[in-house]
């Protein structure tokens, strides 16, 4: 049926049901008090999966500081960073001493090695260097046959002595043979 009926309740509420042409009037009274919870329904189907979710960042672990703890202490690691950019710290305490170890037995003597050849020294050549060098000696030969090179340097040149003083002059000598007397004669 399709059409509309409209009724004037005479109650507060009245509910019409149409079923196969045929329309109920019912009027309704006061709500009742709830009913006991009903049974739970069946499982529902799965439903369809989601999309993939785009990937995350990875995750960073990195050394920190590593410092030696006291003897008897425990060990510990600490994250100075974050959850996904760990920073480990770690706290390694020392080991207690150990106990001195037994002494050892005295080895045998070893054998007496062969004498070697004694080593030589020489003098090998002596060189004059430029003024005002250092003196330098150089091993030519070998650790045990040294042949040592001199080089010497020359002094600097001393500076000019004064000039002496002018002589007396001097007189004509003459020779007697018989008398071995020189005399001699100023000329002036």
């Known amino acids: 049926m399709s059409d509309l009926i409209v009724i ?48 995350g960042a990875a995750a ?35 080991g207690t001493a150990g106990t001195n170890g037994t002494n050892g037995t005295n080895g045998t003597n070893g054998t007496n090695g062969t004498n070697g050849a004694a080593a030589t020294i020489a003098a090998g050549t002596t060189t004059t260097g430029a003024a005002g060098t250092s003196a330098t000696v150089t091993n030519s030969g070998t650790s045990s046959a040294a042949v040592f ?16 003083t002018n002589g007396t002059n001097g007189t004509n000598a003459i020779y007697d043979t018989d008398q071995a007397v020189i005399s001699m004669q100023v000329f002036g």
């Open 8 to 55: 004037q309740p005479v109650v507060s509420t009245l509910v019409i049901t149409e079923s196969l042409n045929t329309v109920t009037i019912a009027s309704v009274g006061v709500q009742g008090p709830q009913g006991a919870a009903g049974a739970t329904g069946a499982t529902g189907a799965t439903g369809a999966t989601g999309a993939t979710g785009s990937p």
């Open 60 to 94: 960073t672990i990195a050394v920190g500081t590593t410092t030696t703890g006291a003897a008897g202490t425990p060990a510990t690691v600490t994250n100075s960073g974050t959850s996904s950019a760990a920073t480990f710290n770690f706290t390694i305490p020392q």
């Open 149 to 164: 090179d001199f080089t010497i340097p020359q002094g600097t040149a001393g500076t000019n002595g004064t000039n002496g």
